[in-house]
């Protein structure tokens, strides 16, 4: 359990969507009023769905809308650009049993100035359990003062996490990886509009590479998991 405590630094939650109609809301209930959150930005991608009109009845919510399918990364700019904290806290929108506790403890070491950065390590993901960290999780909290001014504008839409990864290597930054074992994560596969749903995921390693190299990509886990502070 995280103590309760006062902190004078918020944190502003940031939220890419794209056609989750059947999945936002359950990701949305934990945060919304949450102690350490403030602002809630959710960046609807250009959904062809009922996403926005769920996304509408959040009334506690900042809501911007690209008028077409940008990617990720782009929107997850447009909300870093938007956000009027300091510390970010990124989410995918489609967890499963995410709950006010996790948010609690991934948001919790940086505020308390106890890390620099932290990264939720899901419970259905096998090889990066092993691993002991996971270099494409989208939960991650961090002062965005550590990312390059402009450099978002040039990344595949797939790019944000290696991106940011790299920083944390490069820079070793104090990180600690916080276990989320029981929150999971839809697939790319079960997502896929393509019978062959394989390639979602070809396209987001593709991607990946061309942001870190060959080398960063099968090493990012690996070394995240080296960085990774001791237990408490």
């Known amino acids: 359990m995280v103590k309760k405590r006062t902190f004078n630094q918020m944190v502003t939650c940031i939220i890419p969507a794209y056609n989750e109609e059947s999945r936002i809301s359950k990701v949305l209930i934990p945060i919304i009023n949450h102690p350490f959150i403030d602002e809630v930005i959710v960046v609807d991608d250009g959904s062809t769905d009922k996403t926005m009109d769920i996304l509408k009845k959040f009334k506690k919510i900042r809501l911007i809308r690209n008028n077409k399918n940008l990617g990720k990364t782009f929107s997850v700019f447009r909300g870093i650009r938007a956000s009027r904290n300091n510390i970010i806290f990124l989410l995918d929108a489609d967890l499963i049993n995410l709950n006010r506790e996790n948010i609690s403890r991934l948001i919790f070491p940086v505020v308390n100035k106890d890390a620099e950065v932290t990264i939720a390590l899901l419970g259905n993901i096998a090889a990066f359990r092993i691993i002991g960290a996971d270099s494409g999780s989208g939960q991650r909290v961090f002062h965005k003062n550590i990312l390059k001014s402009g450099m978002l ?15 944390i290597i490069s820079h070793k930054l104090s990180l600690k990886i916080v276990d989320w074992k029981n929150v999971g994560c839809t697939s790319k596969g079960e ?11 070809v ?5 990946m590479i061309k942001t870190v190299g ?3 990509f099968f090493l990012q886990s690996f070394q995240l998991a080296k960085l990774n502070l001791k237990n408490e």
């Open 153 to 167: 504008d040039r990344l595949e839409r797939y790019g944000l996490e290696s991106y940011i990864n790299q920083i």
């Open 191 to 201: 997502k896929a509009s393509s019978n062959f749903p394989v390639w979602a995921y």
């Open 203 to 207: 396209s987001m390693w593709i991607q």
């Open 214 to 216: 060959l080398l960063g």
